[in-house]
């Protein structure tokens, strides 16, 4: 009986961490699809989704003001990293664009120790009161709110994707920019919305983890890095794909630590990603490239 | 019957759904010059592509000197003695134009790793022969004088010479030139046309992909005809110019032999 | 480039050498100087592969950690002598780059970088965690190199080891790059395509120069290890990592010269900016972004670059010697 509670309490903190990773997985994906770069700066918008929202917090205590707040300002962040940093490189071999990207990451983080130095700081739940009990399991109830808004925000993109024009627009671009071009889509508008997406994303993914895991300066870079295994596991530029990569890496992680060993759980997504990368690079649900 | 220095066996490919290449058959003889022409998306690079390497054809056989070769790397064609230049110039625009000759006796040369940090000798005595067999190439493309020239600022006209001389360099017996004249004037490619028939007097087989008729009805003693993926025709250039499905497709009933 | 005559890089560089031993006593500046030694070696592993092959490591410290920590490892738990423990370091660093490098470079594009990254991270992590690295507070009691019985226990002394083998290894390097396995590099990177076509296996190269550079990582490692008898887990981090290619891209990419240019330059100001240390990921995440925006082939050579440029309008067009 204990055994099987410990189970279910790493599949559900499993499941909760692997929808935030599915969800900064998603925000590589968006990128990749519209432009073929990884964006290292990725989990950087995570960190700042977060503790912008504790700041915006601290000014106004309303969470839906926190979050959407949040989730625009660092919007805007990424609509200016792509406007800014990468717009004016475009044409450059992709490893400069990485480089670009990463450096912009680094740049990010000290800015962030910066203004908010190096504290932890917290967010309070979503929605109060006592833990639930799912089978003498504790089951917090932000646990469901980050796996839900996780699942609604899934389905709300792939909605956006295949029904929507700016959607398939987007698709369009990420299939063939020279033909997409030709049809009159501005390529460059559907990459700069791509960037702020993305950056929308990650965002989400920081506050609905900040009540959980708090939120600190330094907490993007692994986030960040463990999205993009998830993304590369499930094969890059799937949204499908990010979902099940997510999930199995934050499961996978959940019961190494509680099984194995605590202090090598980081090692995990890593080692997922090595073992994808040089097993089967396009990843789960990837095509064959 | 004297042999093929290249055959193509039934060779076929296809890019996803779209079939790029159907069933081509063809040879081409030692110390020719052979032509293949057809519209554009007729398959023309895409069979450049499989011969040298850098694609693996889904069907059929390419034998060079009666080996089978498809499906070896790139690098592996080349050791064997296929040059090839490239539609859109692949030059190494960041080193001089001698130096970029210079990587053309790479498969002809050995010194390695620690020869080249340790500057042995013999790796030394290789360095002078290789600068001297670069120097005859640009003499013989005409670009000796501006051998310390950075390649990427070389008008087009001459980035594809320099292209040839560094396919030289390698000593080829098999020239794979893809669209050659492409962007050169008329004096430019009068003299394309002076070179490659030296170049065939010398011994050398070139295979080329060609969209200047004039010039192609110059050099070749065959042509090949694509059509979507298909020979069409294959032939002397005055049969290729009477064939009529050749004329219907490809070369326009204005055509003026 | 081959100099002729007695002012070349080379005896400036021996000059400089010498004149810097001479000129510094403190032993704080001494141990300074030898870390940017140490770093160039460093980064010219990285220039390497970054400069002239084209590919990119975002986990440069993992190989930097291997050789310190199979130095400090082995010389203090085993005893064994260190020129020996340093030889160990060479060999792990040199399998574990060969075991990564094959399947990642075989694939196209960025693969290299990420499969780097994780590693890098996952070094860092065993390095932190295990009981047998000495964990977060790191391994101490690490013994000096010694020269046929005379031990190199200040900094002093350690300068002259150090920069006489960043000196040899400067001199390999540049041979390397003129030769015909440096040539086929330099093409590898502007156009693969056309190196394969001409006979050269890109990817066995690309192999070759990722172990290459990983040896020297190990090198400087122990080097490292040996010079400050102490080495902790914060070193070897994804931090340092990106400092290192920060100094590839602010020394130029394939420049030898330039690497030790960057090393100096990124390793000296946080020393000198006190100010600095707070802003110090700032600025690094800075210049890389602004280098790689405006000069992209680095700092150094970008600026070389545009003065050449300059020189070609006032000589009207013509372009002067390469």
């Known amino acids: 009986m204990d055994y099987t509670t410990s189970l279910l309490q790493y599949l559900i903190s499993g499941l909760t961490n692997g929808a935030i990773y599915a969800l900064i997985a998603l925000g590589f994906g968006i990128i990749y699809n519209a432009t073929t770069i990884i964006n290292f700066a990725q989990g950087e918008m995570v960190m700042l989704g977060a503790l912008g929202a504790v700041t915006l917090y601290q000014i106004y205590p309303s969470l839906p003001v926190a979050f959407f707040g949040g989730v625009m300002v660092v919007t805007l962040v990424g609509l200016a990293l792509e406007r800014l940093a990468l717009r004016p490189v475009r044409d450059q071999s992709p490893l400069v664009l990485i480089i670009i990207t990463v450096g912009a990451a680094v740049f990010l983080q000290g800015v962030a120790m910066v203004i908010w130095g190096k504290e932890a700081y917290t967010l309070p739940p979503f929605s109060g009161g006592a833990p639930l009990r799912l089978f003498s399991a504790t089951l917090l109830p932000q646990n469901l709110w980050v796996m839900g808004l996780v699942g609604l925000l899934v389905v709300l993109l792939e909605a956006f994707f295949r029904l929507t024009l700016v959607g398939k627009a987007m698709r369009a671009c990420a299939y063939n920019p020279r033909a997409a071009q030709l049809v009159g889509i501005p390529v460059t508008r559907m990459v700069l919305i791509s960037f702020g997406l993305a950056a929308a994303l990650g965002a989400a993914a920081g506050i609905l983890v900040a009540p959980l895991t708090l939120g600190v300066y330094d907490m993007g870079a692994m986030l960040g890095l463990k999205g993009f295994s998830a993304a590369i596991l499930g094969g890059l530029g799937s949204s499908l794909g990010g979902v099940l990569g997510g999930l199995v890496i934050g499961v996978a992680e959940s019961l190494a630590s509680g099984l194995v060993s605590s202090g090598y759980r980081d090692v995990v997504a890593f080692l997922i990603l090595l073992l994808v990368l040089f097993l089967r690079p396009q990843g789960i649900l990837g095509g064959a490239r | ?257 | 480039m081959r100099f002729r005559g007695l002012v070349n890089p080379w005896t400036l560089f021996a000059l400089g050498v010498v004149l810097v031993r001479l000129l510094l006593r403190n032993d704080y500046h001494l141990t300074l100087i030898n870390i940017i030694g140490i770093h160039t070696l460093l980064v010219v592993g990285l220039n390497l592969l970054m400069g002239y092959a084209g590919q990119i490591s975002l986990g440069h410290a993992a190989f930097f950690g291997l050789g310190a920590y199979t130095s400090g490892i082995f010389t203090v738990s085993y005893g064994l002598n260190p020129w020996l423990a340093l030889l160990l370091g060479l060999v792990v660093a040199g399998v574990a780059a060969f075991l990564i490098g094959i399947p990642a470079l075989k694939l196209r594009g960025y693969y290299l970088a990420m499969a780097t990254l994780g590693f890098g991270i996952i070094v860092y992590i065993i390095l932190n965690q295990a009981t047998w690295t000495g964990g977060p507070s790191g391994l101490s009691g690490i013994p000096s190199l010694s020269c046929w019985g005379f031990p190199l226990n200040t900094p002093g002394r350690l300068y002259f080891l150090i920069w006489l083998l960043l000196g040899v290894i400067l001199l390999l390097s540049a041979n390397l790059v003129d030769s015909r396995v440096g040539r086929a590099l330099r093409a590898l990177h502007e156009s693969e395509l056309a190196a394969q076509s001409l006979g050269v296996d890109t990817s066995r190269l690309k192999l070759l120069i990722f172990v290459w550079s990983a040896l020297y990582a190990a090198l400087a490692g122990s080097l490292y290890a040996h010079t400050l008898n102490f080495i902790a887990p914060s070193s070897f981090n994804f931090m340092f990592s990106i400092k290192l290619v920060t100094m590839v891209v602010v020394g130029g990419m394939a420049s030898i010269w330039g690497s030790l240019l960057g090393a100096a330059t990124l390793t000296i100001l946080p020393e000198l900016l006190a100010v600095f240390h707070d802003y110090e990921i700032i600025v690094f995440g800075g210049i890389l972004m602004v280098v790689m925006i405006f000069l992209p082939r680095g700092l150094v050579r970008g600026l070389l670059d545009l003065w050449e440029y300059r020189r070609y309008k006032r000589l009207g067009g013509t372009f002067p010697v390469a």
């Open chain 2, 1 to 257: 019957m004297p042999e093929l220095l290249l055959a193509l066996n039934r060779v076929s490919f296809a890019f996803g759904g779209l079939m790029a290449l159907h069933e081509v058959s063809f040879g081409v003889l030692p110390g020719t010059v052979k032509a293949v022409i057809g519209p554009n998306g007729a398959g023309k690079t895409t069979l450049f592509n499989l011969i040298s390497g850098f694609l693996i054809p889904h069907a059929g056989r390419i034998l060079y000197r009666g080996e089978d070769i498809q499906g070896q790397p790139p690098h592996a064609v080349a050791a064997r003695g296929i040059a090839r230049t490239f539609q859109l110039v692949q030059l190494f625009d960041h080193m001089s134009v001698l130096e970029n000759v210079m990587v053309g006796r790479h498969r002809l040369t050995q010194a390695g790793f620690f020869g080249g940090m340790l500057r042995l000798p013999a790796m030394r005595r290789e360095e002078a022969a290789i600068r001297e067999a670069a120097w005859q190439a640009l003499e013989f493309v005409g670009l000796a004088d501006r051998a310390h020239q950075l390649a990427g600022v070389l008008p087009l006209g001459l980035k594809r010479l320099l292209e040839i001389a560094r396919a030289l360099a390698s000593e080829p017996q098999l020239l794979l030139l893809d669209e050659p004249a492409s962007g050169l004037d008329q004096v430019e490619t009068e003299r394309l046309g002076e070179m490659i028939l030296t170049l065939r007097d010398r011994g050398l087989t070139i295979l080329l992909v060609e969209h200047d008729m004039s010039l192609t009805m110059e050099v070749a003693e065959e042509i090949v005809v694509l059509n979507y993926g298909r020979l069409l025709a294959e032939g002397p250039p005055r049969a290729i110019q009477k064939h009529p499905e050749v004329i219907a497709a490809y070369l326009g009933s204005d055509w003026q032999g």
